[in-house]
């Protein structure tokens, strides 16, 4: 079964909140992996959950760090692996500690990494279908833990579900 939910928002502020509903559902150990280009808004995203993690500090895009670990009620890490052309780049970062299972972990363009990335994680894809504010989120939850979250992520997120 394939556990997938269309969403859509019209601004930024919807994007995160739909940040802080999913983040609602993430425990330590959790990866979110975001794709989508320049601007699509998995940045935004992560603001949302991260501030729902508990996270005070602003969530700014870790460009020139590519990694970024926030502290909430939990430790947050957020990577954004954009520039990192080899494997071994996100290896370098200390992949294996970030992902040691006390952390949550967004991961923007985490499909570079994913086979470097646990079975179980949760996919954001987001796209810009035209050239407003509109955004379509795809959210797909891969491996048994999504598997098992899935009927309360639907119902979660219904306030966004795209008809
Ligand atoms: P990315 O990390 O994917 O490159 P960002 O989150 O950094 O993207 O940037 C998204 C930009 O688009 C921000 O300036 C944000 O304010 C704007 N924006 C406008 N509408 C939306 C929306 N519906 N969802 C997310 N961001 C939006
Ligand atoms: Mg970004």
């Not at 995160?16 to 330590?28: H, I, S």
């Not at 939990?74 to 990192?84: K, Q, T």
């Not at 780049?89 to 985490?110: H, K, R, Y």
């Not at 959210?139 to 639907?154: A, D, E, I, K, N």
């Amino acid at each position: 079964m394939l556990n997938r939910v269309q969403l859509s928002t019209g601004t930024a502020e919807q994007t995160r909140a739909v940040g802080r509903t999913v983040a609602g559902l993430l425990e330590p150990g959790d990866v979110v992996s975001l794709t989508g280009d320049l601007g699509a808004g998995k940045t935004t995203f992560v603001q949302g959950a991260a501030r729902a993690l508990g996270v005070r500090d602003p969530v700014v895009s870790p460009t020139f760090t590519l990694v970024r670990q926030y502290r909430g009620d939990r430790p947050v890490y957020h990577l954004d692996i954009y520039r990192l052309d080899r494997v071994q780049d996100v290896l370098d970062l200390g992949l294996d500690e970030i992902l040691d299972g006390t952390a949550v972990v967004f991961v923007e363009w985490g499909d570079a990494v994913e086979g470097l990335l646990p079975e179980d994680h949760l996919e954001v894809e987001l796209t810009l279908p035209d050239d407003t504010d509109r955004r379509l989120l795809a959210l797909t939850g891969r491996g048994p833990t999504w598997g098992s979250r899935w009927p309360r992520l639907q119902e979660l997120t219904a306030p966004w579900r795209e008809a």
